[in-house]
């Protein structure tokens, strides 16, 4: 399995970005997909999920109505696209999958100015 996140970066409060995650190894159109994220001193929380066909999404109260998941399973890639970001946005967000046990990126750093 192997997971590799990209399109983070430094933008002002109020900024968008779309992050996206290239998925290998498995059978990506089969599994749920997921975005966490860890701030500064913070612990790593789920932000949001993706049922492997698309059709369900949740989010951490936080983001609803400011970030939106969604998946090609044709390019084996999922997204997450954040709108609106705040400061309290900035963390290393993480494409995830269990699949037997919890797989992770490497993660990509999203800054938020004010």
């Known amino acids: 399995v192997q997971l590799v996140e990209s399109g983070g970066g430094l933008v002002q409060s109020g900024g968008s970005l779309r992050l996206s995650c290239a998925a290998s190894g498995f059978t990506f159109s089969a599994y749920s997909m997921s975005w966490y994220r860890q701030g500064p001193g913070k612990e790593r929380e789920l932000v949001a999920g993706?049922?492997?066909?698309?059709?369900?999404?949740n989010y951490v109260d936080s983001v609803k109505g400011r970030f939106t998941i969604s998946r090609d399973n044709a390019k084996n890639t999922v997204y997450l696209q954040m709108s609106s970001l705040k400061p309290e946005d900035t963390a290393v967000y993480y494409c995830?999958?269990?699949?037997?046990?919890?797989?992770w990126g490497q993660g990509t750093q999203v800054t938020v100015s004010s």
């Open positions: 993706i049922s492997y066909d698309g059709r369900s999404t």
């Open positions: 995830s999958v269990f699949r037997l046990r919890r797989y």
